[in-house]
């Protein structure tokens, strides 16, 4: 590179032109360098071109739920249910249900009673439309020896022709449904609150799926969407809920929510609903009559990591 | 007013013009790095079409390597305000110019931070829902919400600083003190905010008994307070290796026409020569016979005239002088400006400081009579160094006359020094702590030192980090690091194992096992490596890129005074030529 100051005094032409030649040269290089740094970045930005609408204008800008109009729920949940039938190719029915009024729900899990099947989980699956490929599941049933309660010495891929196994207990866990919980408190974009009933939602439009709450959560009840997820179009439940079952994104928190599709209508959550042994209660709390309300007052009721002081809502017990 | 917003236009054109000129070592080195970002960008793209799922992260350890990075490298911004601090309110002179480096490795740093925390978020489109007033922030119940406000808070204080401060430097103009040392008090505090901040994000966990522990955060300033100024101490000798190397051509015809040909008068020392400095350095009669004669190997007498260099700046030979008669000038080039450190008489030593770090020459001798040297190969000098009344008074000379740097770099290697000692002190409480109760939440640690039912993948690397710390605070320790070079040692030791145990060894086993006992490894997967070091590069970028704008503008180089007239922009030639200058 020739770098000579072009105020030499001298005027002759070989002088003059010599830092002409040297800035053309100069010009010439930068504008390849500039050129093939361009192209780089093309070729390095190039995965982007498989990406299928990752998310539209219109979801993009999609307000909080909490700020949502009726109007404007009204035409979430109608782009909801075309992108749902575009993608799975059949019209859902998803609807954006309410707390009930005088309603705290509260689970007990008799643990004297519990076999193990999993029938829970895979119930829990089927009418949630969790991702079956990465497989998502929101019960997690520890098998534990007898004697102790130490979730270490638990086993979590159990998989025997017959349950239950001799020597062993068994321990489902799914989200407690905390009083004061704690995913709820480290979310930094409020995309997840309690409602009035006692669940915890998420509002999967605005999860920017930092996964702090997931780090938070003590009984790792809380899962994370990868990648996007499957589920297969014979699979999908049809009716769907806002801040319940429908299908989440990529990218993602999701959680139990109590089935809220089912429990705001007045159903039973599927886990419920399935278990053969009648180890799973539910019910309201706050009704004096209730089931979970006499089994509180008169089993004798353990609640798990009762000392990191979360305050569930979810209970388990003991028949003898 | 006008005229100072058309100055700040022209302030910033010029700095942005002179990111794109340097030699070709520079464009070397900016290429390398952008070639990285670019491996980088691409894994991340990947990442951004598939999810996070390309990643080795799992619902069970559901933050991994670009955590671990983000929680160091946080560390590492707070530590810049370890040179303000002895700057501003110890009055220390010495690191003055040294802060402006600082501010803008936090700059580097906390612009890291920031992609480390995008890359691992699984919805980087919803960004928006972050901003205070747009979206819906979570203030003041997560502690990640306080995150975002403190880390780019500390951004805009230090972008803020460091252009006030060289804008100040480029106009030839004293910095108001009302425009920046308030911002200078307000950022001290701010750098102890976000560290402290970001281990709240861990400690105010209860589910994780890992970190649910209030020694975290003392843990995190000390760490930070360590591996930071280590840091800095690295960087700054870059700095200085690559800023004081003399350009070739012109430069080296200079110095074949100023330099002496070794002196009129040239011969192999000898023991009287020892004896004849002796009467002027009667510390040196204290060295036995037998070690003067050994220093003898190698040793040289040199006459030389009037005028006559006997080294100069930036020249990387490494032998000693002792002035044995006459007079000699030692010169600083700085800035554009010469400074005359001092004249040396009889008895007095000179070019120590090379040939004990092995660091270029850091200023220029030249006789200014007719003089006699006793020129000392760098290990005889250290042979001499062995009796400890040498050893004194020559530390104690070089300590007087140490270039600006040198003693900034000492005065960082005494905070090294004692926020390590601290560190290892709070690691030991915490490891005793944990060990002895042994309860059950004791797993999470016994699994990193000691792996836990079989599982053992962070073992090897928590036990390196150990080793690491405790040789560099063992080295720190000892006088040994006085010298550069194992200061240096002391130094990447310190980085790597802080950035093993604060990142790796912190975020990971909080996780391990999982709050139900199960235990899932995690190890980065390529991708994910790919994206960490598309940020270190472009880290990396930043700060060569801020420090290419920064160094001819305190050097004056680049100033008001020759700003190009009529044309707005500085033509290429103009640019190179004012460098060389």
């Known amino acids: 590179m020739n770098d000579s100051p072009s105020s030499t005094g001298r005027s002759d032409a070989w002088s003059d032109a010599s830092p002409e030649q040297g800035m053309n040269r100069r010009s010439f290089l930068r504008a390849t360098a500039a050129l093939a740094s361009g192209l780089a970045a093309i070729a390095a930005l190039s995965p982007l071109r498989e990406l299928e609408s990752f998310s539209s204008v219109e979801e993009f800008l999609q307000k909080h739920y909490k700020e949502m109009t009726p109007e404007e729920m009204a035409k979430v949940l109608e782009r909801i249910e075309r992108e749902v039938e575009r993608q799975y190719g059949l019209r859902p029915h998803v609807r954006d249900y309410k707390p009930m009024n005088g309603v705290e729900y509260v689970y007990c899990l008799n643990l004297t009673r519990c076999i193990g099947c999993r029938k829970c989980v895979h119930a829990c699956v089927a009418e949630n439309n969790q991702s079956r490929n990465p497989e998502i599941q929101y019960i997690r049933v520890l098998k534990m020896p007898n004697g102790t309660f130490d979730t270490e010495k638990a086993d979590h891929n159990y998989a025997p022709e017959l349950v239950p196994g001799k020597g062993f207990y068994y321990m489902p866990v799914q989200c407690h449904q905390c009083k004061n919980p704690p995913c709820v408190k480290v979310c930094p974009v409020k995309a997840t609150w309690q409602e009035a009933d006692g669940i915890t939602v998420i509002d999967y439009n605005w999860c920017i799926g930092c996964r702090y709450c997931e780090a938070a959560c003590p009984y790792w009840a809380r899962r994370f969407n990868f990648t996007k997820p499957s589920i297969p179009k014979d699979k999908i439940n049809p009716d769907m809920s806002y801040l319940g079952n429908r299908p989440r994104q990529q990218g993602v928190m999701e959680k139990c929510h109590f089935c809220i599709q089912r429990t705001r209508v007045g159903r039973y959550p599927a886990c419920v609903e399935v278990c053969p042994t009648g180890s799973r209660k539910f019910g309201n709390i706050l009704d004096p009559n209730s089931e979970v309300s006499d089994i509180l007052q008169n089993k004798r009721v353990f609640i798990l990591k009762e000392e990191v002081g979360t305050l569930p809502r979810f209970f388990y017990y003991f028949d003898i | ?581």
């Not at chain 2, 370890?82 to 002179?93: D, G, S, T």
């Not at chain 2, 906390?110 to 901003?131: E, K, N, Q, S, Y």
């Not at chain 2, 403190?150 to 004293?174: E, S």
């Not at chain 2, 006085?482 to 194992?497: F, K």
């Open chain 2, 1 to 581: 007013m006008t005229g100072l917003v058309r100055d700040y236009c022209v302030f910033l054109r010029r700095c942005l013009a002179l990111a794109f000129v340097g030699d070709w070592r520079y464009y070397l080195w900016v290429g390398t790095l952008t070639v990285f970002c670019l491996l980088g960008l691409n894994a991340y793209a990947k990442q951004f079409v598939h999810g996070l799922v390309v990643t080795g992260m799992t619902d069970q350890v559901s933050w991994g390597v670009y955590i671990a990075n983000f929680t160091f490298f946080v560390g590492v911004a707070a530590a810049a305000v370890m040179l303000v601090i002895p700057v501003y309110i110890y009055k220390n002179e010495e690191l003055h110019e040294l802060v402006i480096f600082g501010e803008l490795l936090a700059v580097a740093a906390i612009l890291m931070c920031l992609a480390f925390v995008t890359v691992d978020l699984g919805r980087p489109d919803r960004f928006w829902h972050l901003i205070p007033g747009i979206g819906k922030f979570n203030f003041p119940g997560s502690m990640l919400s306080w995150d975002v406000i403190v880390l780019n808070g500390y951004l805009l204080l230090n972008l803020y600083l460091c252009t006030y401060l060289l804008f100040c430097r480029y106009r030839k103009q004293m910095p108001s003190k009302w425009l920046y040392l308030p911002i200078v008090f307000v950022g001290i505090l701010w750098a102890v905010s976000i560290h402290t901040v970001t281990a709240f994000l861990y400690v105010g966990l209860g589910g994780r008994p890992f970190w649910n522990s209030s020694i975290v955060g003392p843990r995190f300033l000390a760490s930070a307070f360590t591996a930071g100024p280590a840091l800095i101490i690295l960087a700054m000798q870059v700095i200085r290796r690559v800023t004081a190397t003399a350009p070739a051509g012109k430069a080296a015809w200079q110095r074949e026409g100023a330099t002496a040909p070794w002196g009129v008068i040239r011969r192999a020392a000898t023991l009287a020569d020892l004896d004849l400095l002796a009467r002027h350095l009667p510390e040196l009669a204290s060295v036995s016979a037998q070690v003067r004669q050994e220093s003898l190997a190698g040793a040289m007498v040199l006459e030389v005239a009037a005028g006559d260099a006997l080294l100069r700046q930036g020249e990387k030979d490494t032998d000693a002088f002792f002035v044995l008669q006459g007079q000699v000038v030692v010169k600083r080039e700085e800035g554009g400006l010469t400074r005359i450190t001092r004249g040396l008489g009889p008895g007095e030593v000179f070019g120590e400081i090379s040939a004990l770090a092995g660091t270029p020459r850091t200023a220029t001798a030249i006789a200014e009579e007719p003089t006699r040297v006793l020129r000392l190969p760098a290990e005889s000098l250290r042979k001499l160094m062995r009796n400890h009344q040498m050893s004194r008074i020559i530390r104690s000379r070089m300590t007087e006359r140490l270039m600006i740097t040198d003693r900034g770099l000492l005065t960082l290697r005494s905070i090294v020094q004692v926020s390590m000692l601290i560190n290892v002190f709070l690691l030991l409480n915490e490891v005793f702590k944990e060990f002895y109760t042994g309860n059950l939440h004791v797993a999470a640690s016994e699994y990193l030192y000691f792996g836990l039912h079989g599982h053992r993948a962070l073992v090897p690397w928590i036990w390196t980090a150990t080793g690491c710390n405790l040789v560099a605070m063992v080295l720190l320790v000892l006088p040994l690091s006085r010298s550069l070079r194992l200061l240096n040692v002391a130094c990447v030791l310190a980085i790597v194992g802080i950035w093993i145990e604060k990142g790796m060894g912190l975020v990971v086993p909080g996780f391990i096992p999982t709050p139900l006992g199960e235990i899932v490894e995690y190890s980065p997967t390529l991708n994910e490596t790919l994206v960490c070091f598309g940020i270190w590069a472009f880290g990396l970028l930043c700060y060569t890129i801020l420090l290419r704008m920064a160094v001819p503008i305190l050097q004056g180089k680049i100033s008001k005074a020759n700003e190009p007239g009529r044309k707005p922009q500085d033509s290429d030639a103009q640019l190179r030529a004012l460098l060389k200058s």
